[in-house]
């Protein structure tokens, strides 16, 4: 049975499914002469199609292909930069695609962290970015530059409770032990390396007004220098963030963090000290969006 429920008998004619095959009246037999131009039927032969015609056509259509393309990539950049497109328009078969969307339209200015994201999935997603960068960082070492980044990214009725978790957390027995002073400074000719990078993000939940979202990351830790005895080394982790609309802007209600996934580590050769130093000093981080 063919596509469409046609039948086919056995001389290649069809009949539709569930009724009876009539055979055609035969024909007279009929003799094409040398030289005839028409078919048994009586149907003009076409004349074969010219090399140069077909040619022709195969890089008319080549080009066409290659102008579509170019319009097409030209139409996806060509929206300014404060445009805002449909959150759902993301492939799901590329879910580390960016969504065209602004990032962030201002910065806090003490602390440095992007603040005014858009109320979408998107926007959750980018604000939980950034600020598993700002609390992943070297500045939460230090009190006072800590109480400043957890009051700018937190929700107002948490802002006590994230605050004395991470003060219990981030204590001077810890500073002592990775060897940092009370502000959080690494010792003279070393370099304190404490960095997040997320890798991608992920809503679990959301309705307008909340949303959880988890991102994954890779982190480097540890003192660069000569003498250290707590090298530098690569991690993996996952952060969750509930985070709750505040009016302006996406605000952390609550978080909790989980190693991996982590992969295999690769065969590259483990760089020197002052290599992890100058490169922690030199490269800045950035700003994430979704």
């Known amino acids: 049975m063919s596509i469409g429920g046609d039948e ?41 199609g010219r090399p140069g015609r077909s040619l022709l056509m195969v890089v008319s259509v080549v080009v066409l292909l290659i102008a579509a393309i170019a319009f097409a990539n030209r139409s996806g950049s060509s929206g300014s930069e404060g445009e805002e497109n449909d959150p759902g328009g993301g492939p799901a078969a590329q879910p580390t695609a960016p969504s065209g969307q602004m990032p962030v339209q201002t910065e806090d200015g003490t602390t440095g962290i992007p603040s005014g994201f858009p109320q979408t999935e998107q926007g959750a997603q980018s604000a939980a970015a950034n600020y598993a960068v700002a609390l992943g960082g070297d500045r939460m070492f230090n009190r006072d530059s800590r109480h400043q980044i957890v009051s700018a990214i937190s929700a107002p009725s948490a802002v006590e409770e994230i605050q004395s978790g991470f003060d219990a957390d981030y204590n001077q027995a810890l500073n002592d032990r990775i060897g940092l002073d009370t502000a959080g400074r690494a010792p003279e000719g070393s370099t304190f390396v404490n960095r997040t990078t997320p890798v991608g993000a992920k809503v679990t939940s959301y309705n307008g007004n909340d ?9 480097l830790f540890g003192l660069a220098g000569e003498d250290s005895t707590k090298p530098v080394t690569a991690n993996w982790f996952t952060v969750t963030f509930k985070l709750s609309w505040a009016g302006s802007d996406w605000k952390v209600a609550a978080s909790s963090q989980e190693s991996g996934p982590t992969p295999v580590s690769g065969d590259n050769p483990i760089s020197t000290a002052d290599e992890i130093g100058s490169a922690a000093e030199q490269y800045g981080g950035f700003t994430y969006a979704r």
């Open 8 to 48: 086919y008998d056995e001389q290649g004619r069809t009949s539709g499914a569930g009724t009876s095959t009539r055979r055609a009246p035969a024909r007279g037999t009929r003799t094409r002469l040398p030289g005839e131009d028409g078919d048994v039927y009586g149907v003009g032969r076409r004349p074969a």
């Open 211 to 219: 949303a959880t979202v988890e991102v994954w990351c890779s982190g």
